[in-house]
């Protein structure tokens, strides 16, 4: 942020120094920011419980107050507002109390005196996070007011793209083709489609073109009368059929046989087919949706696939990014996954160690989140605690990380009180008692964080001036 941008939203400011809430304010406003300010906590829980005007977005709020401390007025807000990103000021040397309130839930905060880009760079990062999630709820709304296909997890900029695009293309009659590495989602964005369309009431159906002899694939597909083949004893209504009015899923079309392709386009463009054995045509009425994890313009180049049949089902093309593409989605995905299968098996599974989380995000998901759930499954099963720890995962960070899984990663939390003791001992030259005083902690408390975090502190500074 270079300290021009414009902002969006409306944030309250609680502090009870009034040059600081001035400051704050017109500083704000001035980048655009809809501000509202209270002096103590007492005000902004008043103004929080009978909110008419709409909520806000935000909350910037000091933690050491006269009257109801910080943590407490902390406490009440997220009783009153879940949802509510909050970013505490702190003032130097209170680090303790900025760990408590991120414990607590606030997104983020801020050491006092601060400059002007810090928090305005703060500040633009929880809104611009605030916005992706209230988005990704609305279209998620929309989707679930329908009748639900299976919940779609993401939080990716990326996804949400496609996502849109589906919902978007979901309401016309198009055909359409939904390619991507195997696991990413295709089933599900093809259910999306038909749950979101005007056939919504009608049927979804699909059918497995690989995984099927051509023989059987072709009498599935269009049914058989009696006597048709050897077998046939009694006539069979095929997919097509069934599917009328409806939506059908054609998935790995990529493995259809040319036979069957050029019967495949009949449908499409006449809108009737004969069922085997028959000489009557029947006509139908359905949406294809065609998935495939091939290269279809690479199989149409090398002549394994017709290019007319092509041209008749790609209307529009939704192609899905692999995992290791929007990697934003893999916590979520996994903290959803997670929930699904200790519902499931019973056990109450219901964390994961900062350590997993690493691990999750460095894989690079080749099976995608097929292979995530899996993983998740596999972890929920074997966990004998309440959190789902690197041990339980059977995988290895990408080849591009060479960090190793065995030692664990200082959480960012850590990390900050690391460097913001190291600033105030180079600060105050090594001198304990001061930096202690000035970070709010006894000179023993200190030592034991010095010890922890191995810090280097200089032999022989004198500690009496
Ligand atoms: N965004 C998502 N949110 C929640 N679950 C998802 C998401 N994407 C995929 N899944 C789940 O992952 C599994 C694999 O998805 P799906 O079967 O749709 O993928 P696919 O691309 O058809 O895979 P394949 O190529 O293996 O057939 C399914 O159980 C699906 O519900
Ligand atoms: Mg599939």
Redesign the pocket.
């Known amino acids: 942020m270079n300290g021009s941008e414009l902002l969006e939203g409306k944030i309250l400011i609680c502090d009870d120094e009034e040059g600081m809430r001035r400051y704050l304010k017109k500083m704000l406003q001035s980048h655009g920011l809809t501000v509202e300010t209270f002096g103590d906590g007492a005000a902004l829980l008043r103004r929080l419980e009978n909110d008419e005007s709409g909520g806000p977005d935000l909350l910037l709020q000091d933690i050491r107050m006269p009257g109801m401390d910080g943590i407490e007025i902390l406490k009440r807000v997220a009783r009153l507002r879940p949802a509510l990103p909050i970013v505490v000021m702190t003032a130097y040397g209170t680090i303790d109390s900025a760990v408590e309130a991120i414990k607590l839930g606030a997104y983020d905060y801020i050491t006092k005196p601060f400059p002007k880009e810090k928090i305005l760079g703060v500040l633009q990062k929880a809104l611009e996070r605030e916005f992706l999630i209230n988005e990704n709820r609305d279209l998620k709304e929309k989707l679930s007011r329908q009748s639900a296909p299976?919940?779609?997890?993401?939080a990716s900029k990326k996804?949400r793209d496609v996502y849109e695009l589906t919902l978007q293309v979901a309401e016309s009659e198009a055909n359409i083709i939904v390619q991507?590495?195997?696991?990413?989602?295709?089933?599900?964005?093809a259910r999306a489609i038909h749950y979101n369309s005007p056939r919504k009431g009608q049927r979804f159906l699909s059918i497995n073109c690989a995984a099927l002899t051509d023989s059987l694939l072709e009498s599935q597909l269009f049914g058989h009368i009696r006597g048709a083949f050897t077998g046939a004893v009694t006539a069979q209504k095929g997919l097509l059929e069934e599917a009328n009015g409806g939506t059908l899923l054609l998935?790995?079309i990529g493995d259809i046989s040319p036979a069957l392709q050029v019967k495949l386009l009949r449908v499409i463009q006449e809108r009737d087919f004969l069922p085997v054995g028959s000489t009557k045509s029947k006509s139908v009425d359905i949406r294809f949706v065609a998935?495939t994890?091939k290269n279809l313009e690479k199989e149409i180049k090398e002549g394994r696939f017709r290019e007319d049949l092509y041209y008749r089902l790609n209307v529009i093309k939704i192609t899905?990014p692999p995992l290791r593409e929007r990697k934003e989605?893999i916590e979520p995905?996994a903290r959803?996954l997670l929930n699904k299968y200790s519902q499931r098996t019973k056990k109450k599974v219901t964390g994961i160690t900062s350590g997993a989380l690493r691990l999750l995000g460095e894989y690079n998901w080749p099976g995608?989140?097929?292979e995530l759930?899996n993983v998740m499954e596999r972890a929920v099963i074997l966990a004998r605690g309440n959190e789902v720890s690197e041990d339980l995962l059977p995988i290895r960070g990408g080849d591009d990380l060479s960090s190793s899984p065995a030692e664990e990663a200082p959480t960012s939390l850590e990390r900050v009180e690391r460097a913001h003791i190291i600033k105030l001992l180079e600060k105050t030259g090594y001198h304990k008692t001061r930096t202690a005083e000035l970070l709010g902690i006894t000179r023993k408390t200190l030592g034991r964080k010095i010890a922890e975090y191995a810090l280097n502190v200089p032999e022989g500074v004198s500690e009496t001036d």
């Open positions: 299976g919940e779609i997890v993401f996804f991507g590495e195997s696991g990413t989602g295709k089933e599900l964005i998935d790995e998935a994890n899905l989605d995905l959803f995608n989140i097929r759930k």
